[in-house]
T-cell receptor
Framework: AQSVSQHNHHVILSEAASLELGCNYS??????LFWYVQYPGQHLQLLLK??????LVKGIKGFEAEFIKSKFSFNLRKPSVQWSDTAEYFC?????????????FGGGTRVLVKP | DAGITQSPRHKVTETGTPVTLRCHQT?????MYWYRQDPGHGLRLIHY???????DKGEVSDGYSVSRSKTEDFLLTLESATSSQTSVYFC????????????FGQGTRLTVV
């Protein structure tokens, strides 16, 4: 079964600092990769996605992620965070139609940005 | 935006009672999912559906059943609620040209006492 690992459970940083969250997945075949964000008390919202093509993908709110196939990684980055980026971030993998288009999630990383 | 409505949004129930959560969508999406969210575990798939009356188990399906008699409704039933089923439950649908992107409902916070 597919597994997704997020290396950091909690991250605390100050405004304007750079953020990088690690994500590794286990499936060796073709995958679709996602980062979701969950602001306090809210549901999950899509931050960005990778299907194919340019391994560097840009999402909303200044976030970007890099797909490195050889490392089974899809790390999330933001050059300069804001207080409003305080949230929990989830990496997810979709194995495609044959697997029911199910998403497998990592355990999440709670990010706290201090003003 | 895809429209998903979960009901109820909050529920407190007693151990041993059956509970049904409802997910309603407005746009005829084929795939629907139930996840539970617990601290440190991210979201874990309970059951999913790939069409009317077509459902399959996820990784944490024990103690749960689902039904989908209409495209727009996907029901999750806790047959006999236990304290370990206290959680936040999210319904999701697959959207996009290849149905690979998930869109989530607002969630249902269930407490079993």
């Amino acid at each position: 079964a597919q597994s997704v690992s997020q290396h950091n459970h909690h991250v605390i940083l100050s405004e304007a600092a750079s953020l990088e969250l690690g994500c590794n997945y286990s499936y060796g075949g073709t995958v679709n990769l996602f980062w979701y964000v969950q602001y306090p008390g809210q549901h999950l919202q899509l931050l960005l996605k990778y299907f194919s093509g340019d391994p560097l993908v840009k999402g909303i709110k200044g976030f970007e992620a890099e797909f490195i196939k050889s490392k089974f990684s899809f790390n999330l980055r933001k050059p300069s965070v804001q207080w409003s980026d305080t949230a929990e971030y989830f990496c997810a993998v979709n194995e495609g139609k044959a697997a029911g288009n199910k998403l497998t999630f990592g355990g999440g990383t709670r990010v706290l940005v201090k003003p | 935006d895809a429209g998903i409505t979960q009901s109820p949004r909050h529920k407190v129930t007693e151990t041993g009672t059956p509970v049904t959560l409802r997910c309603h969508q407005t746009e005829n999406h084929r795939y629907m999912y139930w996840y539970r969210q617990d601290p440190g575990h991210g979201l874990r798939l309970i059951h999913y559906s790939y069409g009317v009356k077509d459902t399959d188990k996820g990784e944490v399906s024990d103690g749960y059943s689902v039904s989908r008699s209409k495209t727009e409704d996907f029901l999750l039933t806790l047959e006999s609620a236990t304290s370990s089923q206290t959680s936040v439950y999210f319904c999701a649908i697959s959207v996009g040209t290849k149905n690979t992107e998930a869109f989530f409902g607002q969630g249902t916070r269930l407490t079993v006492v």
